[in-house]
């Protein structure tokens, strides 16, 4: 079982990310924890460090809509760890947005945080371990990605678009033997998805956590969380457009 030493993960600071680095941390690897809101980056190292009995969650606040400070701030946090050789983007954003309202203000902060930021975390991330030749990227899309769906048209479009990067990312990086996983997670009880309707197969974040983990580890390309999502995936790819097109999801 592949085990990791420097891990940095990209949406902390709740849900998913929170999830993956408490597991992660509980294993012995020192984890750089990035998002947006300090205060709880800092209550979740504070955690880990209360659990384990000693440091190994590094808060480092960011706001991923500031593309420019990647650089430096990913050299720092490569430092701090000592190294690193696990990169996951869990940074995610669903606006809420009425059927019949069309706002680009919405859409676009979509795709800033959900593809943007991806790329210009994982871009460095990519070009390191191409270097080394070895390390692990990671990146939490969804189900939601698999098709064009009348109810949220951007966030649909920025985890397909997403799950694209990635792909073309493994692409680029496998001749190096670096691993790119795309993980696309069904209904995850998380800040974001909290109060929405028609949430059915609803899992925590830690089962999510777990299960990512485990692909992470087996060295999976793409996989759905749980598996069982595969199935609704197909069935959803399979409907005609012109049934599609009638159906308010």
């Known amino acids: ?39 709880a980056l800092e209550r979740i190292a504070g955690e880990i460090e209360d659990i384990v009995g000693e440091a190994r969650a590094f808060p480092f606040p960011h706001d991923v809509t500031h593309r420019e400070e990647v650089p430096a ?51 460095p991330a990519a070009q390191r371990f191409f270097q080394l030749g070895q390390g692990t990227i990671v990146g939490i899309g969804s189900i939601a990605g698999d098709r064009g769906r009348s109810g949220s048209p951007a966030y649909n479009t920025s985890k397909a678009a997403l799950a694209t990067y990635l792909e073309a990312l493994r692409n680029r990086v496998a001749r190096r033997r670096v691993k790119v996983v795309t993980l696309k997670p069904g209904f995850v009880e998380t800040p974001m998805t909290h109060g929405l309707p028609g949430m059915f197969w609803l899992i925590t974040a830690d089962r999510a956590a777990e299960i990512i983990l485990g692909h992470i580890r087996r060295g999976s390309k793409n996989a759905y969380v749980p598996a069982r999502w595969r199935l609704v995936s197909w069935v959803i790819r399979s409907i005609p457009s012109f049934l599609f097109r009638r159906l308010k999801i």
């Not at 940095?8 to 947006?36: D, Q, Y």
């Not at 996951?88 to 959900?114: C, H, R, S, W």
């Open 1 to 39: 079982m592949k085990t990791f030493h420097h891990a940095l993960i990209i949406g902390a600071s709740s849900g998913i990310g929170a999830a993956l680095a408490r597991r992660l941390a509980a294993e012995g690897t020192r984890v750089a924890l990035v998002a947006r809101r300090g205060e």
């Open 73 to 123: 701030l990913f050299e720092e946090i490569t430092r701090t760890l000592g190294g690193l050789d696990l990169v996951i983007y869990a940074a995610g954003l669903m606006t809420p947005v009425a059927f019949e309202e069309y706002d680009t203000q919405k859409d676009t902060a979509m795709m800033e945080v959900n593809l943007l930021g991806a790329m210009a975390w994982l871009n």
